[in-house]
């Protein structure tokens, strides 16, 4: 069975601070990874996606991933952060195929950024 | 297009009553996906249906769960006899069913359900 991992549960900064998010998954097959956010009050958006090509993948509001096979993971980035960036983010990973379609999600690592 | 819609938002019952979730997908969306959100994790898949099939459970959706879509358009998803174990936020996601694997869900802004 398909795994996800957010190694960080809550992360403090300030506006203007670059940001790192880590997730791990594990599964051996061919995976799709996701990225969502959920701001405060609000549903969950995606930020970005993976499926193919060129590893590193871009998304809304200066949100970065770069997928590194070989270390199972999907790092989210942004280099300059915003008071608006509060908001939990959620690692998801679909292996498709025989795994189905569904998504599995990691825990979620809380960001609140101090202006 | 007016995305994926719940309702209710929020509801509260006491310990064994039944109660019932609706979700109306994305138009034209033709997969939709239910999953729980418990406080502090994220959220963990349910069930989900291709048009009106449901094709795949978890082993989270015990016998007292029960969900359809009847004419591949909107959800329910009832749960019989509820438990205080059952509170969690109720996440219904939709997706445009592509094949070869790049689909992307979308998802409503769930139903919390407080069991007292």
């Known amino acids: 069975a398909q795994s996800v991992s957010q190694h960080n549960h809550h992360v403090i900064l300030s506006e203007a601070a670059s940001l790192e998010l880590g997730c791990n998954y594990s599964?051996?097959?061919?995976?799709?990874l996701f990225w969502y956010v959920q701001y405060p009050g609000q549903h969950l958006q995606l930020l970005l996606k993976?499926?193919?090509?060129?590893?590193l993948v871009k998304g809304i509001k200066g949100f970065e991933a770069e997928f590194i096979k070989s270390k199972f993971s999907f790092n989210l980035r942004k280099p300059s952060v915003q008071w608006s960036d509060t908001a939990e983010y959620f690692c998801?990973?679909?292996?498709?195929?025989?795994?189905?379609?569904?998504?599995?999600f990691g825990g979620g690592t809380r960001v609140l950024v101090k202006p | 297009d007016t995305g994926v819609s719940q309702d209710p938002r929020h509801k509260i019952t006491k310990r064994g009553q039944n109660v019932t979730f609706r979700c109306d997908p994305i138009?034209?969306?033709?997969?939709l996906y239910w999953y729980r959100q418990t406080l502090g994790q994220g959220p963990e898949f349910l069930t989900y249906?291709?048009?009106?099939?449901?094709?795949?459970k978890s082993r989270l959706l015990s016998d007292r769960f029960s969900a359809e879509r009847p004419k591949g358009s909107f959800s329910t998803l009832e749960i019989q006899r509820t438990e205080q174990g059952d509170s969690a936020m109720y996440l219904c996601?939709?997706?445009?069913?592509?094949?070869?694997?790049?689909?992307?869900?979308?998802f409503g802004p769930g139903t919390r359900l407080t069991v007292l």
């Open positions: 993976y499926f193919s090509g060129d590893p």
């Open positions: 138009s034209e969306h033709n997969r």
């Open positions: 996601a939709s997706s445009p069913g592509l094949a070869g694997g790049t689909d992307t869900q979308y």
């Open positions: 599964y051996g097959g061919t995976v799709n």
């Open positions: 998801a990973v679909n292996a498709g195929g025989a795994a189905g379609n569904k998504l599995t």
């Open positions: 249906f291709q048009n009106e099939a449901q094709l795949e």
